[in-house]
């Protein structure tokens, strides 16, 4: 294959005004004449149309791959919402394509960026053609494929379906276990993400148990201050929490935002999530005043970071909202899970655990507020998968 020199080829569309390049002079924009010209020509020859794709679809995997090792910063998550257009355009081609091979490497990646921008569906999609290249290429119990069933797992878990979630995450357990080691961090990262699972099902002592391994292994081949170990750290103090351990809990917190701001900073989406639970947690003791403040920070930070549709956003509105109705600030609180309620539709769909419980907020507050119509309306959304009505219809005369 001839490969002509690309910035040779930029010059000459340049010359042409067929390119233009970026007043921050770090990109280019290329004519669609000439992207209709590049197809027409393509089209005559399918073989070199699919190794180009699959060239492409490997580079740009590449583009925004972050090892193991590596720091989500908001830097990334910027360039990663900046190159989203392109993401969506070649996997929307390589979708056509079902019997494309070798292309797991960039499929792994291309979903890792799915799932941190909350788009669950389209990332399980990339992991599973990720997961059947490195099953015929390496064998389902190599260290790289059950990473992928790991993650797929995670996708489970962010869509609520817990039971499924649990059991991809035992079988990448098992296999890490045997493959790395039972202090490996991969391993140790699949422990915390099923003690988390324990947590959402409302299984706390499981959950302190499981995280407890995860939090000895964690420091004994971590250290206690990276972000890894205060994640575990983190979803203790969540626990206790939950459990009513309120100062034990905020103790632990105080733990994690100090290591976090430090390693990572104050606007990166790992900071950010303790923000979010520390409010939660001056909401439970009552601490009303102080828990808007905190939440304001999570959301104006996640707002900036994530965007105004990602779910970890949404879940932000939907606290504020839960405040606002302690306080008895009901029209409000209306307003704010009304918000809410119109995201999750969107991101997370109308079946969703957490539409759910945004959707059953609303229809208590409808009827402490007396407005018992409202309520009706909204409770034949309740556990249905879709609606002849959206939301949006439902509350627009509200």
Not at 83 to 100: E, Q, R
Not at 191 to 209: D, P, R, T, W
């Amino acid at each position: 294959m001839v490969h002509i020199d690309l910035e040779e080829s930029i010059r000459t569309l340049f010359s042409y005004s067929l390119a233009k390049r970026s007043s921050s002079g770090d990109s280019f924009t290329i004519h669609p004449l000439v992207h209709s010209w590049a197809k027409l020509r393509l089209k005559s020859e399918p073989q070199k149309e699919l190794n180009i794709l699959q060239e492409a679809f490997e580079m740009l995997g590449s583009g925004v791959y972050i090892p193991d090792e590596g720091r989500m910063c908001t830097d990334d998550w910027i360039f990663e919402q900046r190159v989203m257009p392109h993401i969506d355009a070649i996997t929307g081609h390589m979708s056509k394509h079902v019997g494309v091979s070798d292309v797991q490497d960039g499929s792994s990646s291309l979903g890792d960026v799915y799932r941190r921008h909350g788009r669950q569906n389209k990332a399980l999609e990339l992991y599973m053609r990720a997961f059947t290249g490195y099953e015929q290429a390496l064998g389902e119990d190599h260290p790289t494929t059950l990473t992928t069933v790991h993650n797929m797992a995670s996708v489970f878990d962010k869509q609520g379906q817990y039971e499924k979630a649990l059991e991809l995450y035992g079988r990448a357990l098992a296999g890490q276990e045997k493959a790395l080691g039972a202090d490996h961090p991969r391993t140790l990262t699949t422990v915390s993400n099923m003690a988390l699972i324990f947590g959402n099902q409302g299984q706390y002592e499981k959950a302190l148990e499981w995280y407890g391994r995860a939090l000895a292994g964690k420091e004994k081949v971590l250290g206690v201050d990276l972000p890894e170990t205060l994640t575990t750290v983190h979803n203790m103090a969540m626990v206790l929490n939950n459990q009513g351990q309120y100062e034990k809990a905020l103790e632990w917190y105080g733990r994690v935002l100090a290591g976090k701001v430090k390693a990572l900073g104050m606007e990166h989406p790992r900071t950010l999530t303790t923000v979010n639970v520390m409010a939660l947690l001056f909401k439970n003791q009552g601490q009303y005043d102080k828990a808007l403040e905190w939440y304001g920070r999570a959301l104006a930070g996640r707002e900036k970071a994530l965007g105004v549709d990602h779910p970890s956003t949404i879940t932000t509105v939907h606290n504020m909202a839960a405040v606002f109705d302690s306080q008895g600030q009901y029209k409000t609180a209306l307003k704010w899970f009304g918000r809410a309620l119109a995201g999750r539709e969107k991101v997370l769909g109308l079946g969703h655990p957490l539409t759910q419980i945004t959707i059953r907020c609303l229809i208590n507050l409808h009827e402490k507020t007396g407005e018992n119509e409202q309520a009706h309306s909204l409770r034949a959304c309740l556990h249905v998968p879709t609606s002849p009505a959206t939301i949006a219809d439902t509350l627009k005369d509200r």
